[in-house]
């Protein structure tokens, strides 16, 4: 798989960490996915309104939308008004689907996901994986990588869906269609905003550019998926409107099953995690070469039932070639099977040696056979952690978590190294997400408390990473064990107002607030 990469711009801000007071008072941005490069809009003054960029993938702060709406006041009175524009919003693709990137970083992460899915799918899906990576190469300014893509798409549809062709290239033609328009190409847009309405009229649509259809629903319940497990709720009522229409399709019912453990894993609730063992069950009586669900099976069962969820596991690594399902048997081995998980990981990077999440896997298991290693055996383990998360850095420069892991590899031969990592990482904080921001918190204060003695600014780091709205609830746990741990320190040092004063920003958030 070729290597996806690039190089993003840093953020300027000053050297220092970054306290509680601080972090309420940032203004972060919520999706950063802008486009390099927007046309002009012949005659008028501003490509769009505020509202027009946000649903066209262009989002702006309120404040800037404001001013910009002000400053375009004038130009804008008395405009003609823009009927492709207006068509193109009517559109079932992904420049319309609101899919979001949670920091500027995100699009490569998905873009080396949705290569391995292109190559391993185990459904009929290809076309619309394919039609993703264009509509992401767009944001990233390559048009011309991604009208090829539309074109690998539209080939990809009609192998796999001959039957329904139609029903199923809505996707492609609406992507198509703001490509186009975006390269200021109207006769291309109107070529595929024609082809679209003529499918539409056949299936007696009352809309002229959309109709509703269990297919569509579908394709977007997967691309959901693609961007991240954190859409598993919206995956999941894609995929149960999809199954309305079409209650038989195997496609649609492996769909929702993921879609509900994709939910689980965000929430950990209880009926998410019956809801999705019992549809996951009934695909793999249907469907026993279903590894992904199998190796999802697993993952549902490690706690209350740890010798099947092995079986399934072993049974993914023998049979499966897809990287990901590789990686997610490897994190189900234990501690007690770490040389296991050590081999299976190998193994997947044979298949994909530029899939950076693999490197980082590796390394993460060779940092947990460190925690019970022998003194001999430290400094080999430690050598290989560090080369294993520099392999994942080299594949993908913007993971801030395998550099996070990196710095604190680092940390124990070379503190001054993992210093300069950890500012670096601070001043990309403002533009990272929610979780990142939360890690990153988290790590530096780690670096402060045990490396240099710093118990004050420490506490500052967990506390501000705590505070934090939104992230993820692992990172939210640990933060918690951090400042449980500091007030308990406190308290026995007879450190009473400080170790109160803990307590009760616990209480600020005493349950995970997403």
């Known amino acids: 798989m070729a290597l996806l990469s690039r190089v993003l711009g840093g953020f300027a801000s000053p050297r220092q960490p970054l306290g509680p007071s601080a972090i309420r008072q940032a203004s972060l941005p919520r999706v950063l996915r802008q ?33 910009r709406a002000q400053r375009q006041s004038t130009c804008l009175a008395g405009r003609s008004t823009k009927p492709l524009w207006e068509k193109l919003q009517t559109l079932q693709c992904h420049f319309n689907w609101g899919l979001e990137l949670k920091d500027e970083v995100a699009d490569i992460h998905v873009l080396q996901t949705v290569a ?48 329904n062709f139609s029903r199923q290239v809505l996707l492609i033609y609406g992507n198509y269609a703001w490509i186009y328009y975006h390269l200021v190409n109207y006769q291309m847009v ?11 009229r056949s299936l007696s649509s009352p809309e002229p550019y959309s109709v509703q259809l269990p297919e569509i629903h579908a394709q977007k319940g997967w691309s959901l998926l693609a961007f991240g497990f954190r859409n598993g709720e919206e995956a999941t009522e894609c995929f149960e409107m999809a199954l309305r229409e ?24 209880f009926h998410l995690w019956e809801k999705a063992k019992g549809l996951m069950e009934q695909i793999l009586r249907r469907q026993p070469q279903n590894y992904e ?33 590789l990686r997610n048997a490897a994190r189900l081995c234990k501690k007690n099977f770490l040389h296991r998980a050590i081999d299976i990981l190998r193994q997947a990077i044979a298949l994909a040696p530029d899939y950076h999440l693999l490197h980082y896997d590796l390394g993460v298991r060779y940092k947990m056979q460190l925690e019970g290693a022998a003194p001999e055996e430290r400094e080999e383990i430690l050598a290989a952690a560090i080369e294993s998360f520099q392999r994942a850095v080299e594949a993908d420069p913007q993971s801030i978590f395998s550099r996070l892991e990196l710095a604190q590899q680092y940390s124990e031969k070379s503190p001054l190294y993992a210093e300069e990592m950890y500012q670096n990482l601070l001043e990309e ?3 990272a997400s929610k979780r990142c921001q939360q890690a990153i918190y988290l790590h530096w204060g780690d670096f402060l408390l045990h490396r240099k003695g710093q118990r004050q600014q420490a506490l500052e780091m967990f506390e501000a990473g705590y505070l934090i709205l ?18 308990r ?4 040092d007879s450190e009473l107002d400080r170790a109160e004063a803990v307590f009760e920003t616990l209480h600020r958030r005493p349950e995970f607030q997403k």
Request: proline share 4%; glycine share 8%.
């Open 429 to 431: 904080l403002p533009k």
């Open 190 to 200: 109107e070529l595929y905003l024609g082809r679209i309405a003529e499918i539409c």
């Open 35 to 67: 486009f390099s490069a927007r046309p002009a809009a012949p005659l008028f003054c501003a490509w769009g309104t505020q509202s027009e960029r946000g649903r066209a993938g262009g989002g702006v702060s309120g404040e800037e939308g404001g001013a």
């Open 116 to 163: 391995l899915k292109v190559e391993h799918t185990a459904y009929h899906n290809r076309g619309v994986y394919l039609a993703m990576r264009a509509y992401l190469q767009q944001l990233r300014g390559n048009s011309p990588e991604a009208l090829d893509s539309l074109r690998e798409a539209e080939v990809a549809l009609r192998r796999d869906h001959p039957a």
């Open 489 to 492: 320190v406190f308290k026995e």
């Open 293 to 325: 669900v199998k190796g999802h099976l697993a993952d549902l069962l490690k706690q209350k039932d740890w010798w099947r969820s092995m079986d399934l596991a072993l049974e993914v690594v023998r049979d499966s070639l897809n990287p990901e399902d």
């Open 470 to 487: 939104g992230g993820h609830i692992k990172e939210w746990q640990l933060l918690r064990e951090r400042l449980r741990e500091m007030a």
């Open 246 to 269: 079409d209650q038989s399709n195997p496609d649609f019912q492996a769909g929702l099953a993921i879609s509900v453990f994709a939910s689980w894993t965000h929430s950990f609730k």
